[in-house]
C-alpha cells in the first residue's frame, strides 16, 4: 500500500453526463415552495442510489442483491431553526408536500419569490472507469469465491470463511436558493474477508482484512481478493494461543495504517464544528492552544485521489478540502458544515456529510491521518523495553464530553527489550483524547492509509471515512486487559 | 397500493416470470422529530418512507432486490432484476423460504398500535421536548448545556406475503423523547444520556423524569478519575446489564452456532450460569417496543428461553439456518426491506430477581458500579470481553466517587457464571429489558 498523490481528472476524459436525476425546473420550483412561509435559506438534495452486494459462507455464495433508493430531501432554515423532510416518492405532488412541510419551520411569512440556481464545477479527485453498478454481479461474486479459496489455502486451520463485496453507486445534487448546483457520481467499493482458525484445544479465534475506495473495480487486479484472503488468516493464526494482555498502563507502539482510528476517535469527532459550538467537546475553546505532543500534526483532507473518505463536494455542495487540524501539537483548525459555520462566524471546510437524502448534514470527518516523522520503524520498536505492539485493530468509540476512547486491539504482541514477543489477546486500549497525544513520543516516517475499509457513525448516521497513521510510540496508556500483575 | 396488495402483486408476478418460490416484505413509515435547544426549537423533521424486498428462489438458487419506487411502471423491471441475479447464483440446497408448517400460527397483534399516538398534535413534540430540557436545566447551575434534548414518534406498517403461505401484516406505533445533558464545574464536562421509548403515548415517562434523571446521571459523574488495575466485584445497572445479555443473545445466534463461531456452540443443555440466570427472547410481551405477531418472513413469534435457571436451553435461528442446522425455526428473522432475514432478537430480558439494587450495591466491599461504556464488548468466538466503562466507585457499600478511562474485562463464560446478584429493578425502555446484575469479580484496569 502506498499513499496516492492528489491529482484531478483532466476534463477530457469525462463520459457523457447520465439522464438528470428531475428535472431541474422542478427543482427550482421546489426551492420556492420551500420558501414560502419567510425562510432564510432552502436546500433540495437529490439522490439516487443503486447497491449490489455478494455474500459467501459455507464455501458458496450465498447470496447475491442489488437495491435501488431515491428520494428527496428539503432543508429549510429560518435563523438558527432547521425544517427538515423527505421523500421517496418523486410525484411532484409527494415532493411539493415535503418541501411545504420543511418550510413550517419559518413563521415570518414569505412572498413568492423564484429562484434560478446555475451549475459549479467540482473537482474530481475519484473518477471511475465503469460505474461499479455497471460491472456484471459474477465478477464481484468472483472476488469472493477467490478469497474463500485462498483463505482455505492459506492453513489446514482455517475452518470459517465469509467474504463479503459491497457496493454502491451514488449520485446527488445539491441545490439551494443562494443559487448553487452541485452534482456529484460517488462510487465506493469494499471486499472484506473474515476468517475463524481453530488451534489447540479447540481455540478459535478470527482475523480480518479488507479494502477499497471510490475506484474503478480492476482495484482488485492490484489489491486481489487472495492478498486480503491470506491476511485474514494470518490473523486469525498468529493469535492462536495468545496470552492473556496485562491490565494497566503501558508504553505502545502502533502499527501504521487502520490504526489511524486512533486518531479519528480521540480527536477527529472533538474537533467536528457542531460539539464545538454547543460547547459539548472538550476540544472547544482550545484553538491556537497546545493540545498534543509537538510530533503531532493531523489532517482531515476529503481530496485524497480515490480514497473512501474523499468527496469532490460535500453533501452541501461546497468543494472538498485538505483541512490542518493540529499543527505541531497546537489546535488550529475545526472541522464546519454551512449552517455551524454561519452561526459561528466561520466559512465551511466542505465536511457537510450526511448518509443519504433521509438525513440533515453534519460536520464529519473525510480521511483523518497523522504526518509523518523522522523515526523509523525499526528504532521505534527497538526503542521500548517492555510494552505492547499492536498489529491489526477492531473499531473504536469516543466520549466527545469527556474525551474518554477506546480502540480494540486485534492482533497484539508483548515487546521485550525492543523485539516482538508471544501475542496477547483481548487488549483495548482507552484514554483521553488530548492526554493521549500529549504522550506520543515518537512517530515513524512511514504514512500509510488504510486499505478502505472505514465508517463512521455518528447521530445514527454512518458515512464512508479513510485514515492513516504512520508507526507511532505512544508512553503511558491505559492497556484493558484482564490480567493484573501487580 | 396497500402493503398487503402490493406484496401479494410482487409474489405473483415473481411466479408468473418463472420464480419457484417468492417472497416480498414491505414497509410504509411516517416519522416526525423535534430537537429543542436552549428553550428554540433546533430542528423539525418529518417524512414518510417505503419500501419492498423480494426474495425469490429458482431451483434453489436465491435472488434479492429492494426498491424504494413502487411507481407500476418500475415493479417489473425490479421483480426482473431479482430473478436475473438468482439465474446468476450458484444453487445452494439450503436455500427456501419457511414452509407452510414453519409459519405457525400468529397471535393477533394486540397492543402495537396506540391511536394516540397517530394524532399527536403536531406542537406536542416541540412542547415535550422544550420540558425535557427546563426539567434538565432547573437541577443545577453546573447543567452548561446539552448535547441534544428531542421527542418524536413514528408509525409503521410491515406486510410479508409469500408462495408458501405467509401472509402477516402489523402497525405499530413508538414515541419516545431524550435528553443528553452536559455538565460542567469548569475542570471536567461530563454528559449523560437518558430516554424513554414506547409504543403507548400512556406509558411515556414524563418530560421532567426523562430531564431530571438524565441530569443527575451527567452531575453525579464530575470530578471523575481513574482507579487503580485490580480484580473487584461489578454491578452494571439496568441499562448496561442490558447490553451485556444482548451480548450472551449474539453468542446464541444460530447461524454463528452451526459455524462453530461462537463460545456457546458446544454448550447446548449445560450449565452456563449461576440458576438464578434466566434470559428469554419473548416476541410476544404486552406492548414490547420488539413485539411484533410474525418475524420478518411471516414466521409466528414465540418465547424461547436462551438460558433457564443458568442452563443454555435454544439458539435463535431464522428457517434457512434452521434447515441447514437441522433445528426449527424460532422466529428471530429481523428484516428491513433492504436487507435478506437475518437473526436477532425480538425482545430480549434478564429475568428479575428480588433483591433491590441498593442491596446489591450494599454487598460490595470495594467494586465498580458501571453507568455507561464505550465499545462493542464481547468477541463471539472467542468470549473475550473487554469494553471502556464510566461509573462510580463502590466504598464500604456506598457509592463513593466517580470513576472514567478504565475498562472491565473477562469471558463471557466466566462472568455469566460470576452473576452472584439481580436485581427486582426490570427496567423497560427498550427492546432489550434487564434489572441491576452484580459479577463477583471482574478486571478493571485503569493506573
Known sequence: MSRSKRAAVPASARPPPPPPLLPVGLVERLLAAAMERGGDFAEVYVERAETTAVVLEERRVKSAQTGLVQGVGLRVIAGHKVGYAYSDDLEDEALFRAARTAALIAQSGGSPREFKVSRSPAPMYYRVAQPLSQVEVARKADLVLRADRAAHAYDKRVKVVTATYADVTKRIWIASTRGRFAEDTQDLCRLGVSVVAEGKNRERRSGYYGGGGRVSFNHFDTFTPEQCAREAARQAIATLGAAEAEAGPQTVVLAPGWSGILLHEAVGHGLEADFIRKKTSLFAGKMGQKVASEKVTVIDDGTVANSRGSINVDDEGNPGERKVLIENGVLKGYMYDALNAEMMGERSTGSGRRESFKHKPLPRMTNTYLAPGDDSPEDILRSVKRGLYCAQFGGGQVDITNGNFVFEVSEAYQIEDGKLGRPVKNAMLIGVGPEALKNVTMVGCDPMPDPGMGTCGKDGQSVPVGVGLPTLRIDGITVGGTRVSR | ?447
Open chain 2, 1 to 447: 397500493m396497500g402493503p398487503e396488495q402490493l406484496a401479494r402483486r410482487l409474489v405473483q408476478r415473481a411466479k408468473r416470470k418463472g420464480a419457484k418460490q417468492a417472497e416480498a416484505y414491505v414497509e410504509l413509515g411516517r416519522q416526525s422529530s423535534c430537537r429543542v435547544r436552549d428553550g428554540q426549537i433546533e430542528d423539525l423533521t418529518q417524512a414518510t418512507s417505503k419500501g419492498a424486498g423480494l426474495r425469490v428462489l429458482k431451483d434453489r438458487r436465491l435472488g434479492f432486490a429492494y426498491t424504494s419506487d413502487f411507481q407500476e411502471g418500475s415493479l417489473d423491471a425490479f421483480v426482473e432484476r431479482a430473478l436475473a441475479l438468482a439465474e446468476a447464483a450458484a444453487p445452494n440446497p439450503h436455500n427456501g423460504l419457511p414452509e407452510r408448517k414453519d409459519l405457525g400460527t400468529p397471535c393477533p397483534p394486540e397492543h402495537l398500535f396506540d391511536p394516540a399516538v397517530v394524532d399527536l398534535p403536531s406542537d406536542w413534540k416541540i412542547k415535550t421536548a422544550l420540558e425535557v430540557e427546563r426539567a434538565g436545566r432547573s437541577v443545577d447551575p453546573r447543567i452548561a448545556t446539552f448535547d441534544s434534548v428531542g421527542a418524536g414518534d413514528h408509525v409503521a406498517e410491515t406486510y410479508v406475503a409469500s408462495s408458501e403461505g405467509a401472509s402477516a401484516g402489523y402497525s405499530g406505533t413508538y414515541v419516545y423523547l431524550y435528553a443528553a445533558p452536559v455538565a460542567s464545574d469548569g475542570q471536567q464536562h461530563q454528559v449523560a444520556y437518558w430516554s424513554d421509548y414506547k409504543r403507548y403515548l400512556g406509558d411515556l415517562e414524563s418530560p421532567e423524569a426523562v430531564g431530571l434523571e438524565a441530569a443527575r446521571r451527567a452531575l453525579r459523574m464530575l470530578g471523575a478519575k481513574k482507579v487503580k488495575s485490580q480484580r473487584v466485584p461489578v454491578v452494571l445497572d439496568p441499562t448496561m446489564a442490558g447490553s451485556f445479555i444482548a451480548a450472551v443473545a449474539h453468542a446464541a445466534n444460530g447461524d454463528a452456532v452451526y459455524k462453530k463461531s461462537s463460545v456457546l456452540a458446544p454448550l447446548k443443555g449445560k450449565v452456563i450460569a449461576a440458576e438464578h440466570v434466566t434470559i428469554v427472547d419473548d416476541g410476544l410481551l404486552d406492548r414490547g417496543l420488539g413485539t411484533s405477531p410474525v418475524d420478518g418472513e411471516g414466521v409466528a413469534t414465540r418465547v424461547t428461553p436462551i438460558v433457564e435457571r443458568g442452563v443454555l436451553r435454544s439458539f435463535l435461528y431464522d428457517a434457512q439456518t434452521a434447515r441447514k442446522a437441522k433445528a426449527r425455526t424460532t422466529g428471530n428473522a429481523m428484516r428491513g426491506y433492504s436487507s435478506l432475514p437475518y437473526i436477532g432478537t425480538n425482545n430480549l430480558r434478564l429475568e428479575p430477581g428480588k433483591v433491590g439494587p441498593e442491596e446489591i450495591i450494599r454487598g460490595v466491599k470495594r467494586g465498580l458500579y458501571v453507568t455507561a461504556m464505550l465499545g462493542r464488548g464481547a468477541d463471539i468466538v472467542t468470549g473475550d470481553y473487554s469494553r471502556g466503562a464510566n461509573g462510580l466507585w463502590i466504598e464500604d457499600g456506598e457509592l463513593a466517587f466517580p470513576v472514567q478511562e478504565v475498562t472491565v474485562a473477562g469471558n463471557l463464560l466466566g462472568m455469566l457464571k460470576s452473576i452472584d446478584a439481580i436485581g427486582n429493578d426490570l427496567q423497560f425502555r427498550s427492546s432489550v429489558l434487564a434489572p441491576t446484575i452484580r459479577f463477583a469479580e471482574l478486571t478493571v484496569a485503569g493506573e
